[in-house]
């Protein structure tokens, strides 16, 4: 039975390899039919190697930043084993985005019980807050082009601050918020609750520490992504945050395709237009071309953070797990 099971898993996993692949190269074709990827590349060169560099450097980093945030939010599971912690991660991330309809969340609690022995149970409610976190970060950050648009005043700025620490405002008040939403949420919707309220730390540093890690992360990202579309220009500034926000919303939310392919572009158009983008002549071509580039930034910075994750263990001569070199030592 179990082999069996095995069999089918692997059919399933080869299924979803070769139907990512396919939509990857049509993605392909189609742009070169619509623009030509000569035409798409060449924004890169205007853009400069030092600023792409940068920009890759600063992505890159947020991967660090995450695995620091799961090693606080595990720290006795994951103690002295910062860089196997941080290849699981990236395993993680990588399947994210290869995945489609967010199947590849599903990895991270196995990941964790299996390499760190954190029970499933566990990791599933830890990576549900961690979402929420992930989701009003991203909100908060891409909030900074709302502030832009409404021309930096003091009261958007301090609605901007409001909302930004709501998290820290409201986790002292958690008990009678979780027994409220019990007693109004429908009864289906009561292993939410119960998983929100084992997922979220039960000390307020601990809190602090994993929202502050959030915003850092998410907060870099963001910022990149609106500097990133600004240089291939993308108008107004509050759009170019935009354009962020919607990119990364159709990463988090379940209408993902695999790698991204086209949600990843569109969401950044959608998110842009929602936030003012110029519409003038050739602003759509401008915005179109931007997108995919943007793109094709966080896949390439998936990619190399995936390479650092898989190198640095092996530089450091901890390229096997735990398990398997006490296994040798035994």
Not at 208 to 236: F, I, Q, S, Y
Request: positive net charge.
């Amino acid at each position: 039975m179990a082999e069996e099971a095995e069999k089918r898993n692997g059919r399933m996993k080869n299924r979803i390899a070769l139907l990512a692949v396919a939509l990857i190269l049509l993605y392909a074709a189609f742009v070169q039919w619509i623009w030509g990827w000569p035409a798409i590349l060449a924004a890169w060169a205007e853009v400069g190697v030092p600023s792409v560099l940068l920009a890759l450097v600063l992505l890159v980093g947020t991967y660090f930043v995450r695995a620091h945030r799961i090693a606080d939010y595990f720290p006795r599971e994951t103690a002295g084993r910062f860089l196997w912690l941080f290849r699981v991660t990236q395993i993680h991330n990588m399947l994210n985005i290869m995945l489609p309809f967010r199947t590849g969340e599903t990895s991270f609690p196995l990941l964790m019980r299996s390499e760190f022995g954190v029970p499933l149970a566990h990791g599933t409610s830890a990576l549900l807050v961690l979402r929420l976190l992930d989701l009003h970060a991203l909100l908060a950050a891409a909030g900074i082009g709302l502030v832009a648009g409404a021309g930096y005043g003091l009261w958007a700025w301090l609605l901007w601050l409001a909302f930004l620490l709501s998290p820290i405002v409201v986790l002292p008040f958690r008990d009678p918020v979780l027994a409220l939403a019990r007693r109004k949420l429908p009864q289906r919707l009561e292993k939410f609750v119960e998983e929100v309220d084992d997922g979220i730390p039960r000390n307020l540093a601990a809190f602090v520490r994993a929202w502050a890690l959030t915003v850092l992360n998410w907060g870099v990202k963001v910022l990149v992504l609106a500097w990133v579309l600004a240089l291939m220009g993308v108008e107004p500034i509050a759009a170019c945050f935009g354009g962020a926000l919607g990119g990364e919303l159709s990463s988090v939310l379940p209408v993902h395709a695999p790698a991204g392919v086209g949600t990843y572009p569109a969401g950044i158009a959608a998110g842009a237009a929602v936030f003012g983008v110029d519409r003038g002549a050739g602003a759509a071509a401008v915005l179109a071309k931007a997108s995919i580039n943007a793109h094709l930034l966080m896949i390439v910075s998936a990619l190399a953070g995936t390479a650092v994750s898989l190198a640095l263990p092996i530089l450091a001569g901890a390229g096997r797990r735990p398990q398997d070199r006490q296994r040798q030592g035994d």
